[in-house]
């Protein structure tokens, strides 16, 4: 008999919307120190910077958000790092300009200039020292984090580089190109922009896979426990769902010129083979992690090998089957790695 393949029918957003765990999508992680820094004083701001400090440890942990996302995308990585492990870590979070409870001034975004940004940002914490600095970022925020360090390579202990580019090239043809620009930006129902995203973020298999998030419990520190607990959702659709439709609610924190802002500054980035070349001999490629997988819908696996190419890291790796989201879809496992690359680069820098 002819094989068939089975399509996963996933709840509408109004279902979604109504489930007894929809309120508790957003984690109540309590940072231990949080504010609002006016940045860019010179650089055509002032503009404000959201951002908070999880844990108190004296490992810094800067955790850099991709194209459209709040802070709050790493709520897994915030509550592990920064509350299970906040003796150890002290991890910064932050909306990048144009997102969340940071300001969407109407003008010409860069990675160059958000990177300065979190540079201020991080100026203002005194975190000043050589080689103090754990970057981690993803898509967008990993372009962010090769600015970084470009910028300040002297303060890297360890670099890790999720699920992003050098630049942007086209790998389709022309007009699957456009194609793709024009969807990206036509007005879309809520539904069918969930959709869309989530296709482009996570591998199928994934996403009508049981809710794989590990809760907070009563056992985690400065976290707020909701009456009957944080819930679980059916499936790892339904979660990432949840989580945007609360994040579209938010009509101040989510904006399509906030959006479009990013979206211009992630197409314009770029680091040439040099500049890539200089990066990993200033900070040294033992510190250096380049992950990508073969499932990324949102950036091909082409970029990932092309950034490996470039930099040459000490651990470059093609994940089969990955897809843009490590950060949820192997949770644990990326957790591990992240602290294997922030405990080298403390051993390297003699801690």
Sequence with gaps: MPSTTTIAVFPSVKEIA?????????????????????????????????WEVHGNGPVKLILISGLGFFKTAYQRQTMYFGHVRGSMYSVLILD??????????????????????????????????????H?????????????????????????????????????????????????????????RSIQYAAGAIFPPAYLAEPDNAVVPDE???????????????????????????????????????????????????????????????????????????TDDRMISTHHGRKLIEYLQPSLGLIVEGLGHAPINERTEWFNQLLESRCSLGEKLSGQ
């Design 18 to 50: 109504k489930s007894p765990a929809f309120p508790t999508a957003t984690w109540q992680l309590e940072p231990h120190q949080s504010g609002l820094l006016p940045v860019a004083a010179g650089r055509g701001g002032p503009l404000n910077i959201s």
């Design 96 to 133: 990048n300009r144009g997102m969340g409870g940071s300001s969407k001034p109407l003008m010409r975004y860069s990675t160059s200039e958000m990177a300065q940004d979190i540079l201020e940002v991080v100026n203002h914490l005194g975190w000043i020292s050589p080689r103090q600095l």
């Design 135 to 191: 970057v981690c970022g993803i898509s967008m925020g990993g372009m962010i984090a090769q600015e970084l360090a470009y910028a300040a390579p002297e303060r890297i202990s360890s670099l890790s580089l999720i699920s992003t580019a050098a630049e942007i090239e086209n790998t389709t043809s022309f007009a699957e190109n456009m194609v793709n620009r024009i969807t990206m930006l036509l007005p879309k129902s809520p539904d």
């Design 219 to 293: 056992s985690i520190p400065r976290c707020r426990f909701p009456a009957g607990g944080y819930g679980k959702f059916q499936n790892n659709y339904e979660r990432f769902a949840a989580q945007e439709i609360t994040k579209q609610q938010d009509r101040d924190g989510f904006t399509k010129k906030g959006f479009l802002l990013q979206l211009i500054a992630a197409g314009w980035h770029r680091k040439s083979p040099s500049q890539l070349k200089e990066l990993g001999d200033k900070i040294g490629r033992e510190r250096i992690l380049v992950l990508h997988g």
